[in-house]
């Protein structure tokens, strides 16, 4: 699918489309603002999520069940959304058409417009393929945890079980440094496009002090996700 824009009708592409549905999983719920940029949170805010893409959304409106929009979308191959000013129509040729009622804004959530200041800690590098790993590793020996353990100079990634000490799990080198610190994400927070990223243990400067944060930034787009650590992590 490709990107048509004509007065307020237009096609979203499936990139986009694979984005959302990442997003989906994040959140149930997307408030889309006029422009190119998409951004979500989950509703504790421990996941934030923000891309921008190829598409310029005419208008703002909020979608309260953003499984069920895409959905409506799936259903053929290339529709046309044209926009109005409470709902938005899915165009699927032949005069099929389906209605989407935009939601009250009020009843969906969304991240604040700027992301917050990040003090990193230590950057490493995550392929698709290590991504991969991890998540299927996890999901084998039902690992709930990736640990990002600096000891004795070296750093290790780790997939395991905490609780559960006889379990399986995985070890990956990924290089040096001079800090030591035990940080660590909660498996079922793992909710990213697979991908390339530069990844930063770091701290997001919040209101309310530091907050210690994984920070992936896709070194192919310009997508970027903020999970928090695990509050069992140290530093």
Known sequence: M????RKSNMKISSKTVSLLQSFA???PNL???????LATRNSVNSIQARAVVE???PQQFAVYDLGQFLTLLSLSQTPDIEFHE??????????VNHRFNY???SLVTAPADNPPQLEHLYSFKLSASD????????SVVSATMMNIVSKNG??????NDPKNSTAHSLTQPLGESDMSFDVKMAIDTFKIVPGDYTVHVSYAIAKAGKVLVFFFESTTSELTYLIAADATSKV
């Open 2 to 5: 490709t990107l048509t824009l």
């Open 31 to 37: 408030l889309v603002k006029t422009g190119n940029k």
């Open 154 to 159: 070296k750093v290790i990634l780790s997939v």
């Open 103 to 105: 939601a009250d804004e």
């Open 55 to 57: 598409e310029t959304f």
């Open 86 to 95: 409470k709902h938005l129509e899915i165009k699927h040729g032949g005069g």
């Open 131 to 138: 991504i991969n790993m991890v998540v299927k590793t996890a």
């Open 25 to 27: 999983q994040i959140s």
